[in-house]
């Protein structure tokens, strides 16, 4: 029998097996434990990623229904990173000085290659991610996920919320056209708001936040080259920061709140697993097997079992991606059909009129018409406090995770839509139609309507309105459905006239095609 | 999770084509590299690229030689599509001052519609091509233009002497002769750019007596200093934009600036014009303008009807033709005076800063058609617009034999408070001699009418007020109005003119009234009234003269 020679490799030979097994080691170094082919290895795959890891390694079932998220908060993280990816190309060739600025967004418009449809998938994924905040705050309030323990993580969500809305609003004035000066015009006067208040009690001359928060925000009593440069660094630097701050513990916080939210009868009613999701505890741990000593409080699976989990590799991540590539395309139709807005170079001595905020704000603007300090200042602080003690007034638990809280709610919110819709439209007609205070009685004291103006008027009906819910349903969370119900409705009214049906000076048009002059 | 796998594959799939069209609009879409590819050098097939021409300083990047290859810098001899064409050749260098700079229209864009400015948002778009000369006016004043008379005067005097035979303007005359030679003299057509040699006729003259031969034998002959002082002017403004000068010299014809100011000179009733020719077409009002929504449209239109175009514009109906509209038309496009770079200020506008030249020229018979001729008519015989007070007339012997100069002088100094007239002595005005330039013309004008002068002092009459009130209410108040306040006829409680005008202008006007004009002399009796007595019209005199001191 012949043992072959073990021959000693030529250094050569080591240097090409090397070579050859370059690609496998590379791999291999990256993704230390292997393919995520058995549960070990998709446990590791998920947590030994620094970008995975904040995922449990295993989702429940109930988490990947449709319906449960629609996928809205991950929508929006997709268009976030939509616009981050476009607006760090697009900040290649843009010049933030004014005149120099508009003529790099026609650069980026006509010579830039794929300038164009960079920009136009900037400007939708940054619309798109507005909707998709509003939305997915919307699913996040409707299935009572504020409710304890995650009421931090609601006022996380707050904060984000506003950033997006800064982020959108501080690059609506880069491109330095008409569109972008008048609207941050209207957008520094309504910072100035509060002078409404302080003229009126004639103390603006030592006591001006109004005119301190518009200089703050100019950085000189005009929309300038300061104003310019503000919004550049706020808009591609500090907000984006913040952003993505708050997201990392928006995030964390989803898992240390104990996951995201299901019902508490979600396994009984999910149809009977599949093969491949198959438990990994076949019974209810009685403890916890982490950090016990140091973390307050118990892990999710304690006390629950047999769960009802998949691997969130790959269940969950390709319901991410779908998302992703669902948000990106949307996006990137958008951006074929229409093109990004660029009218005509900035011109402080031409208003546009009507010179128009972002369309988000137009509702806001819509009640600035009535009282710029209400309007501006007032009703959003009242509604951003509102939301921020939403999960600190309602304390029930019943129909956590359910959409509208179960039975019963859908109705409830049926009304509120009834009434939200209604009372805004018919306050809506009245001042169209009729007038308000000042038409009525030329004398009247700015103050009064600074105090009684349709915004308010709108704002107690609605709270008079919830607290009535409150008292019928005997529940909290009726009337906290019904109040958001009510803004919300409240919210696209106003937003849908300002938006179509207000022409120059602020009045009322059925349509741009009656405007004077056009 | 099936779902999800599906929704990922289809979204992927979905980004990726859409991905992939909007790689081919970038590459396949652009009309300028077709008419690239489409084009010949004489070195073969072009370089396919975004070409452009940069001037920081004008603050331009111009695309439009990336389909207009032939006008980019360096290219020649480029054939293809009707596009590619050279620039006609030009006082400027395109590659130095580039396209939008006197085209107008959008340098940075790189498509059709962009780029000539006809879409939304594009404040400034090309000056159509029949208007293309307005261009100039983005840089240049061009002084000293006569009106329509003076032009005309000093072409046909040009012609007349038949300096075409031997010169070339505009494309006209320079005879070749056959087999080679001829147009003896040269082009023209610019020399009021650079100036022409001042001695030119003393030249021509020598010349002359010196040939022994034609062409200088005999066809050069004596010419009268009234003709060369025409020939003169006309040759300053061959600056090659002969239509833009028409249209100056035709604007000098109308006594716009009675009204309106351009360049800081003019009246205060109509809006300022320095920049009209910039007006954004998305600011203007086309709904009862016919044709395309461009600026030139909107003037024509305006011109014709001033009313129809802009609700309640106080500007009359000035009767215009077609030709006259056109030429307006043109000269309102041109008034887009921009900063300039110091380095690019040319010497008409630096002369207009520095030294307050002004754009029409400064004899009597222009600044009278510039200025006056808009109320007082061309003839200075007055004019009369629907819907307001007629203009005096004030080249009639009856005004001009009892005006004094120096009367004439003050109301153009001072105006007439509250009414039409403005003064002209401000900033905005006439300098002194101006004024009286404008005074001895209009002397011209009424057929060389000096003053009739008599020994009386400037205030003698002593009649009865309270009998020139009667008088005055039962004769002059129905179109002076009750307080004088002026109606059909000219206000009397002017203080203005109360203070400048003497006895006699009044006594003589009353008496023997005005040619031509509603004003009948009363000491002649008329169907509807009887004939007033010399003391009567001093009583009147006497009580009109108390509203000199009264509120």
Same mark, same amino acid.
């Given at each position: 029998m012949n043992t072959p020679m073990i021959e000693p490799r030529s250094a050569l030979q080591v240097f090409r097996d090397n070579l050859l097994a370059a690609p496998r080691r590379l791999r291999d170094a990256m993704f230390r434990s292997g393919k995520p082919t058995t549960d070990r290895t998709r446990s590791t795959f998920v947590f030994g990623n620094v970008f995975l890891h904040l995922h449990s390694v295993r989702t429940h079932r109930w988490n990947l229904r449709w319906t449960t998220t629609m996928g809205l908060g991950i929508a929006t993280t997709a268009a976030f990173l939509i616009t981050l990816v476009t607006g760090v190309l697009l900040m290649f060739y843009y010049k933030p000085y004014p005149d120099?600025?508009?003529?790099?967004?026609?650069?980026?418009?006509?010579?830039?290659?794929?300038?164009?449809?960079?920009?136009?998938?900037?400007?939708?994924?940054?619309?798109?991610?507005?909707?998709?905040?509003?939305?997915?705050?919307?699913?996040?309030?409707?299935?009572?996920?504020?409710?304890?323990?995650?009421?931090?993580?609601?006022?996380?969500?707050?904060?984000?919320?506003?950033?997006?809305?800064?982020?959108?609003?501080?690059?609506?004035?880069?491109?330095?056209?008409?569109?972008?000066?008048?609207?941050?015009?209207?957008?520094?006067?309504?910072?100035?708001?509060?002078?409404?208040?302080?003229?009126?009690?004639?103390?603006?001359?030592?006591?001006?936040?109004?005119?301190?928060?518009?200089?703050?925000?100019?950085?000189?009593?005009?929309?300038?080259?300061?104003? &310019? *440069?503000?919004?550049? !660094?706020?808009?591609?630097?500090?907000? %984006? $920061?913040?952003?993505? #701050?708050?997201? =990392? +513990?928006?995030?964390?916080?989803?898992?240390?709140?104990?996951?995201?939210v299901r019902?508490?009868?979600?396994?009984?009613?999910?149809?009977?697993?599949?093969?491949?999701?198959?438990?990994?505890?076949?019974?209810?741990?009685?403890?916890?097997?982490?950090?016990?000593?140091?973390?307050?409080?118990?892990?999710?699976?304690?006390?629950?079992?047999?769960?009802?989990?998949?691997?969130?590799?790959?269940?969950?991540?390709?319901?991410?991606?779908?998302?992703?590539?669902?948000?990106? &395309? *949307?996006?990137?139709? !958008?951006?074929?059909?229409?093109?990004? %807005? $660029?009218?005509?170079? #900035?011109?402080? =001595? +031409?208003?546009?009129?009507?010179?128009?905020?972002?369309?988000?704000?137009?509702?806001?603007?819509?009640?600035?018409?009535?009282?710029?300090?209400?309007?501006?200042?007032?009703?959003?602080?009242?509604?951003?406090?509102?939301?921020?003690?939403?999960?600190?007034?309602?304390?029930?638990?019943?129909?956590?995770?359910?959409?509208?809280?179960?039975?019963?709610?859908?109705?409830?919110?049926?009304?509120?839509?009834?009434?939200?819709?209604?009372?805004?439209?018919?306050?809506?007609? &009245?001042?169209?139609?009729?007038?308000?205070?000042?038409e009525w009685f030329p004398a009247v004291p700015q103050l009064v309507i600074t105090a009684i103006n349709p915004g308010t008027v709108l704002t107690l009906v609605y709270a008079l309105y919830s607290v009535w819910l409150v008292r019928r349903y005997n529940s909290t969370r009726a009337g906290a459905l019904g109040l958001f119900t009510v803004f919300l409705c409240g919210f696209v009214v106003l937003t849908i006239i300002g938006t179509y049906f207000r022409g120059p000076n602020w009045e009322f048009f059925w349509s741009p095609a009656d405007w004077p002059g056009h | 999770m099936n779902k999800n796998k599906h929704l990922l594959l289809w979204s992927s799939l979905g980004v990726f084509l859409l991905l992939f069209v909007a790689a081919g609009q970038e590459e396949f879409g652009k009309e300028w590299r077709s008419i690239q590819k489409a084009s010949r050098s004489s070195e073969g097939a072009l370089d396919v690229r975004l070409r452009q021409i940069v001037n920081p300083t004008l603050g331009i990047s111009d695309r439009c030689v990336s389909c207009h290859v032939g006008m980019a810098p360096g290219e020649s001899g480029i054939t293809g599509a009707a596009v590619t064409a050279a620039h006609k050749n030009v006082v400027h260098q395109t590659a130095d001052y580039g396209c939008t700079t006197c085209h107008g229209g959008q340098g940075r864009a790189t498509e059709k519609a962009d780029a000539h400015g006809t879409v939304h948002f594009w404040p400034q778009p090309m000056l159509p091509m029949k208007y293309s000369q307005a261009g100039c006016g983005t840089c240049h004043s061009s002084l000293n233009v006569p009106n329509l008379a003076g032009l005309e005067k000093g072409r046909s005097a040009f012609e007349r002497l038949d300096c075409l035979a031997c010169h070339r303007v505009e494309g006209r005359g320079g005879t070749i002769r056959p087999g080679g030679g001829g147009m003896e003299g040269p082009d023209l057509s610019h020399v009021g750019v650079k100036g022409y040699v001042a001695n030119w006729y003393d030249a021509h003259v020598q010349r002359h007596e010196q040939a022994a031969e034609l062409p200088w034998k005999n066809s050069f002959g004596a010419i009268s200093e009234a003709d060369r002082a025409a020939l003169s002017d006309y040759l300053a403004t061959r600056v090659g934009a002969s239509k833009l000068i028409e249209a100056k010299a035709q604007f000098n014809s109308l006594g716009c600036l009675g009204c309106h100011k351009v360049s800081?000179?003019?009246?205060?009733?109509?809006?300022?014009?320095?920049?009209?020719?910039?007006?954004?077409?998305?600011?203007?009002?086309?709904?009862?303008?016919?044709?395309?929504?461009?600026?030139?449209?909107?003037?024509?239109?305006?011109?014709?009807?001033?009313?129809?175009?802009?609700?309640?514009?106080?500007?009359?109906?000035?009767?215009?033709?077609?030709?006259?509209?056109?030429?307006?038309?043109?000269?309102?496009?041109?008034?887009?005076?921009?900063?300039?770079?110091?380095?690019?200020?040319?010497?008409?506008?630096?002369?207009?800063?520095?030294?307050?030249?002004?754009?029409?020229?400064?004899?009597?018979?222009?600044?009278?058609?510039?200025?006056?001729?808009?109320?007082?008519?061309?003839?200075?015989?007055?004019?009369?617009?629907?819907?307001?007070?007629?203009?005096?007339?004030?080249?009639?012997?009856?005004?001009?034999?009892?005006?004094?100069?120096?009367f004439i002088t003050e109301t153009i100094k001072q105006g007439r408070p509250g009414r039409k007239m403005p003064s002209w002595s401000s900033e905005a005005g006439l300098k002194p001699e101006e004024i009286a330039r404008v005074v001895a013309y209009l002397r011209q004008l009424g057929g060389n009418t000096a003053l009739v002068t008599d020994t009386n002092p400037p205030r003698w009459v002593k009649g009865n007020a309270a009998e020139g009130v009667k008088l005055f209410a039962a004769n002059c108040s129905g179109c002076h109005g009750a307080k004088g306040e002026g109606g059909e006829g000219p206000a009397l409680n002017n203080k203005v003119l109360l203070s400048t005008a003497n006895d006699r202008f009044f006594v003589e006007t009353i008496g023997k009234g005005r040619r031509g004009t509603a004003m009948k002399g009363f000491l002649e009796p008329s169907p509807v009234r009887r004939a007033l007595t010399q003391a009567e019209i001093e009583s009147i005199i006497t009580f009109i003269r108390n509203w000199e001191t009264k509120k």
């Amino acid at each position: 029998m012949n043992t072959p020679m073990i021959e000693p490799r030529s250094a050569l030979q080591v240097f090409r097996d090397n070579l050859l097994a370059a690609p496998r080691r590379l791999r291999d170094a990256m993704f230390r434990s292997g393919k995520p082919t058995t549960d070990r290895t998709r446990s590791t795959f998920v947590f030994g990623n620094v970008f995975l890891h904040l995922h449990s390694v295993r989702t429940h079932r109930w988490n990947l229904r449709w319906t449960t998220t629609m996928g809205l908060g991950i929508a929006t993280t997709a268009a976030f990173l939509i616009t981050l990816v476009t607006g760090v190309l697009l900040m290649f060739y843009y010049k933030p000085y004014p005149d120099a600025a508009y003529d790099s967004i026609k650069d980026i418009h006509f010579v830039v290659p794929t300038g164009r449809f960079i920009r136009n998938i900037h400007r939708w994924a940054a619309n798109v991610m507005v909707v998709a905040v509003i939305l997915h705050m919307a699913r996040t309030f409707y299935t009572a996920a504020y409710r304890r323990p995650r009421e931090f993580n609601w006022l996380i969500g707050m904060g984000l919320f506003v950033i997006t809305l800064g982020l959108s609003f501080t690059g609506y004035l880069l491109p330095w056209d008409q569109l972008a000066y008048w609207a941050i015009t209207i957008g520094a006067n309504i910072a100035q708001s509060p002078r409404e208040v302080t003229d009126a009690l004639n103390m603006t001359e030592w006591f001006d936040p109004g005119g301190f928060q518009r200089l703050l925000l100019l950085g000189s009593d005009i929309v300038g080259d300061e104003a &310019l *440069i503000r919004f550049y !660094l706020l808009h591609v630097m500090i907000l %984006p $920061l913040a952003l993505v #701050a708050l997201m =990392a +513990v928006h995030f964390w916080r989803i898992r240390k709140d104990g996951g995201m939210v299901r019902p508490a009868d979600a396994d009984g009613r999910l149809e009977s697993r599949k093969e491949e999701t198959y438990p990994v505890f076949t019974e209810a741990p009685k403890k916890t097997y982490q950090l016990a000593a140091i973390v307050k409080g118990k892990t999710s699976v304690v006390n629950r079992g047999p769960e009802n989990t998949v691997p969130s590799m790959p269940h969950l991540f390709y319901a991410e991606l779908a998302v992703l590539m669902l948000t990106t &395309l *949307i996006c990137i139709g !958008l951006s074929l059909l229409s093109d990004a %807005p $660029l009218k005509e170079l #900035a011109n402080p =001595a +031409v208003p546009e009129n009507p010179a128009k905020a972002p369309w988000y704000f137009l509702g806001l603007q819509e009640m600035v018409a009535f009282s710029a300090f209400m309007g501006g200042i007032g009703i959003p602080s009242i509604v951003i406090i509102g939301l921020g003690l939403i999960p600190f007034l309602d304390r029930e638990e019943q129909g956590t995770g359910e959409w509208f809280g179960g039975a019963g709610g859908w109705p409830l919110v049926k009304q509120a839509m009834v009434v939200g819709f209604g009372a805004s439209i018919l306050i809506e007609a &009245l001042v169209i139609r009729f007038g308000w205070l000042r038409e009525w009685f030329p004398a009247v004291p700015q103050l009064v309507i600074t105090a009684i103006n349709p915004g308010t008027v709108l704002t107690l009906v609605y709270a008079l309105y919830s607290v009535w819910l409150v008292r019928r349903y005997n529940s909290t969370r009726a009337g906290a459905l019904g109040l958001f119900t009510v803004f919300l409705c409240g919210f696209v009214v106003l937003t849908i006239i300002g938006t179509y049906f207000r022409g120059p000076n602020w009045e009322f048009f059925w349509s741009p095609a009656d405007w004077p002059g056009h | 999770m099936n779902k999800n796998k599906h929704l990922l594959l289809w979204s992927s799939l979905g980004v990726f084509l859409l991905l992939f069209v909007a790689a081919g609009q970038e590459e396949f879409g652009k009309e300028w590299r077709s008419i690239q590819k489409a084009s010949r050098s004489s070195e073969g097939a072009l370089d396919v690229r975004l070409r452009q021409i940069v001037n920081p300083t004008l603050g331009i990047s111009d695309r439009c030689v990336s389909c207009h290859v032939g006008m980019a810098p360096g290219e020649s001899g480029i054939t293809g599509a009707a596009v590619t064409a050279a620039h006609k050749n030009v006082v400027h260098q395109t590659a130095d001052y580039g396209c939008t700079t006197c085209h107008g229209g959008q340098g940075r864009a790189t498509e059709k519609a962009d780029a000539h400015g006809t879409v939304h948002f594009w404040p400034q778009p090309m000056l159509p091509m029949k208007y293309s000369q307005a261009g100039c006016g983005t840089c240049h004043s061009s002084l000293n233009v006569p009106n329509l008379a003076g032009l005309e005067k000093g072409r046909s005097a040009f012609e007349r002497l038949d300096c075409l035979a031997c010169h070339r303007v505009e494309g006209r005359g320079g005879t070749i002769r056959p087999g080679g030679g001829g147009m003896e003299g040269p082009d023209l057509s610019h020399v009021g750019v650079k100036g022409y040699v001042a001695n030119w006729y003393d030249a021509h003259v020598q010349r002359h007596e010196q040939a022994a031969e034609l062409p200088w034998k005999n066809s050069f002959g004596a010419i009268s200093e009234a003709d060369r002082a025409a020939l003169s002017d006309y040759l300053a403004t061959r600056v090659g934009a002969s239509k833009l000068i028409e249209a100056k010299a035709q604007f000098n014809s109308l006594g716009c600036l009675g009204c309106h100011k351009v360049s800081g000179v003019g009246g205060d009733a109509g809006p300022d014009l320095s920049r009209a020719g910039e007006k954004d077409p998305g600011q203007a009002n086309f709904t009862h303008v016919p044709g395309a929504p461009i600026l030139s449209n909107w003037l024509g239109e305006h011109f014709r009807s001033p009313l129809g175009i802009v609700p309640g514009s106080q500007m009359p109906m000035m009767g215009l033709n077609e030709k006259q509209i056109d030429l307006l038309t043109m000269y309102v496009l041109s008034l887009r005076r921009r900063e300039l770079p110091g380095a690019y200020l040319p010497k008409d506008r630096v002369s207009a800063l520095r030294f307050g030249a002004r754009e029409f020229a400064t004899d009597g018979a222009t600044i009278f058609s510039a200025i006056c001729a808009g109320c007082h008519g061309a003839d200075g015989k007055g004019a009369r617009y629907p819907g307001i007070p007629p203009f005096p007339n004030i080249a009639g012997p009856d005004f001009l034999q009892v005006a004094s100069d120096e009367f004439i002088t003050e109301t153009i100094k001072q105006g007439r408070p509250g009414r039409k007239m403005p003064s002209w002595s401000s900033e905005a005005g006439l300098k002194p001699e101006e004024i009286a330039r404008v005074v001895a013309y209009l002397r011209q004008l009424g057929g060389n009418t000096a003053l009739v002068t008599d020994t009386n002092p400037p205030r003698w009459v002593k009649g009865n007020a309270a009998e020139g009130v009667k008088l005055f209410a039962a004769n002059c108040s129905g179109c002076h109005g009750a307080k004088g306040e002026g109606g059909e006829g000219p206000a009397l409680n002017n203080k203005v003119l109360l203070s400048t005008a003497n006895d006699r202008f009044f006594v003589e006007t009353i008496g023997k009234g005005r040619r031509g004009t509603a004003m009948k002399g009363f000491l002649e009796p008329s169907p509807v009234r009887r004939a007033l007595t010399q003391a009567e019209i001093e009583s009147i005199i006497t009580f009109i003269r108390n509203w000199e001191t009264k509120k």
